[in-house]
């Protein structure tokens, strides 16, 4: 069996999250629904792969490689403009009668029905649909604590928090004493959650940062940038110290690294720490321009 997966383009239902990644791309759970369908098919007997993408082909590449990764071929194909499935068929119609094709849009889970990029809300509702899915046999460290309760690799919980399930906490992800995590929680990789923090109903992308006390609730927190699901009401937090992104655009590097140096810091010296943020990360002119590329 092969198969043709189309990369959606942006979609107006969710348009601030194709400034973050293209949509088949976007850390959902860890990973991008082009690395969960590519794990579906490979479970299934796929052999071969064609994904098409209009929106930044580059970085799925980058993500996808030759898809050696799931024991199969996988070519990225870039096109001038998001495929219908009727077009696709038309223009691989070679391959498809040649043998057993899958056509598919990056718009919905593997084996579900709930759309993704209608609206926040039902981008909400269908992540946590998948969450007892996502533990695929390709990911590794992923562990559920208790039921409903998944964490990933490298993680720092304190014991003082309080974690209530259904919620996800990704890889590199720092939690503070007496914060509380959940019911329907998302935080995805290399967030830190200061002590205090409330995150419940909410979905809180790579790389952010949350500060003490703060309350997020029926949210998409992406950096600096707050989305309600329910409304679609955003706005974007000035207060660098409430909520902001912990990198910058091009920063480089390896992230997992600066998340590590500052659990350490938060650690060792919360004085040290601010001084680290100060310099490091929320500066004024930075902080503005992070605020401005969001």
């Not at 993500?63 to 070519?75: F, I, M, Q, S, T």
């Not at 696709?88 to 849009?105: L, M, N």
């Not at 039921?147 to 919620?167: N, R, T």
């Not at 207060?239 to 140096?261: C, T, Y």
Request: hydrophobic residues 45%.
């Amino acid at each position: 069996m092969n198969a043709i997966l189309i990369c959606p383009s942006t979609r107006p239902g969710v348009e601030h999250l194709s400034t973050l990644a293209p949509l088949a791309a976007l850390p959902l759970l860890g990973q991008g629904l082009v690395e969960y369908w590519l794990t579906h098919l490979a479970i299934n007997g796929a052999e071969e792969v064609h994904i098409l993408a209009n929106d930044r082909p580059q970085h799925i590449a980058a993500l996808v490689g030759n898809g050696a990764r799931w024991g199969l071929k996988a070519e990225v194909i870039p096109e001038t403009r998001e495929l219908t499935l009727a077009q696709a068929q038309i223009k691989f119609a070679r391959e498809i009668t040649s043998g057993t094709h899958e056509i598919v849009v990056l718009d919905h889970f593997p084996g579900s029905v709930q759309p993704l990029f209608t609206s926040y809300a039902d981008l909400f509702a269908g992540v946590l649909e998948w969450m007892p899915k996502a533990l695929t046999p390709d990911r590794l460290g992923l562990r559920e604590l208790q039921p409903g309760i998944w964490v990933g690799l490298h993680s720092k919980i304190s014991p003082e928090a309080k974690l209530h399930a259904p919620c996800w906490i990704g890889q590199n992800v720092y939690v503070g004493a007496g914060a509380v995590i959940g019911p329907m929680a998302v935080v995805e990789d290399r967030t830190f959650i200061e002590p205090k923090a409330q995150v419940n109903s909410c979905f809180v992308g790579p790389d952010t940062f949350v500060g003490q006390r703060a309350v997020l609730q029926e949210a998409f927190a992406l950096g600096s940038l707050l989305i309600n699901w329910k409304t679609n009401a955003f706005l974007k937090v000035a207060e660098s110290f409430v909520l902001s992104a912990l990198r910058r655009p091009g920063l480089g590097g390896d992230p997992s690294q600066l998340i590590g140096k500052v659990t350490q810091l938060y650690a060792k010296n919360k004085e040290e720490l601010q001084t680290f943020w100060k310099h490091f990360l929320f500066d004024k002119e930075d902080n503005a321009s992070t605020h401005d590329k969001l």
